[in-house]
């Protein structure tokens, strides 16, 4: 059975960091792109960032370029979102998700983690 | 960056109704669209890919179809499980938009 699980979401404060991790199992981890998307309280999806197989290519959303670092390990399939210089308006649950076998939709998601970013 | 418009905001429907969703897009995408479920509390579900194809698992009611910048989601027979919140998202091109919900409620 595919899952994802997420972890490492925190009540942080504005300019803080935090790393997620998201745990894969039930599938060859290396074969496929990776992904994260969030959900501010009361907001839609928002994608934030892909990731493909050796982590040689990576792409964000512009309201996280330079702040956020989307990676991976897959001698331990798993994979990361490091967050920098975090902002209020990045209060969100971070969804973490496994591209389709077909097309770059997300074919696999996980429950998500909520990260706080608050004084 | 292509953006993604979705028709209705919500809707509330009977049990058994018909309910369709329009999602369109700024720029062609192909047929590269995709939508998903949203229930509280749960991880989002991949409805329908490829604009038309159903996702694994995904009740038959469920039904997509469009190319281009105009899509559409039916609900052919709508049940209470389907209470939640529906997501486009154009997978043809970065950033990988998602439209901004429809809220389907039960009367």
């Known amino acids: 059975e595919v899952q994802v699980v997420e972890s490492g979401g925190d009540l942080v404060q504005p300019g803080g960091s935090l790393r997620l991790s998201c745990a894969a199992s039930g599938f060859t981890f290396s074969f496929y792109w990776m992904t994260w998307v969030r959900q501010a309280p009361g907001k839609g999806l928002e994608w934030v960032a892909n990731?493909?197989?050796?982590?040689?290519?990576?792409h964000y959303v512009d309201s996280v370029k330079g702040r956020f670092t989307i990676s991976r390990d897959n001698a331990k399939n798993s994979l990361y979102l490091q967050m920098n210089s975090l902002r209020a308006e990045d209060t969100a649950v971070f969804y973490c998700g496994r591209r389709g076998t077909t097309g770059n939709w997300v074919g696999f998601w996980g429950q998500g983690t909520l990260v706080t970013v608050s004084s | 960056d292509i953006q993604m418009t979705q028709s209705p905001s919500s809707v509330s429907a009977s049990v058994g109704d018909r309910v369709t969703i329009t999602c369109r897009a700024s720029q062609g995408v192909s047929n590269r669209l995709a939508w998903y479920q949203l229930k509280p509390g749960e991880a989002p579900k991949l409805l329908i890919y490829a604009a038309s194809s159903l996702g694994t698992g995904v009740p038959s009611r469920f039904s997509g179809s469009g190319s281009g910048t105009d899509f559409t989601l039916t609900i052919t027979s709508l049940q209470p499980e389907d209470l939640a919140t529906y997501y486009c998202q154009q997978a043809n091109s970065f950033p990988f938009t998602f439209g901004p919900g429809t809220k389907v409620d039960i009367k």
């Open positions: 990731i493909n197989q050796d982590g040689t290519e990576t």
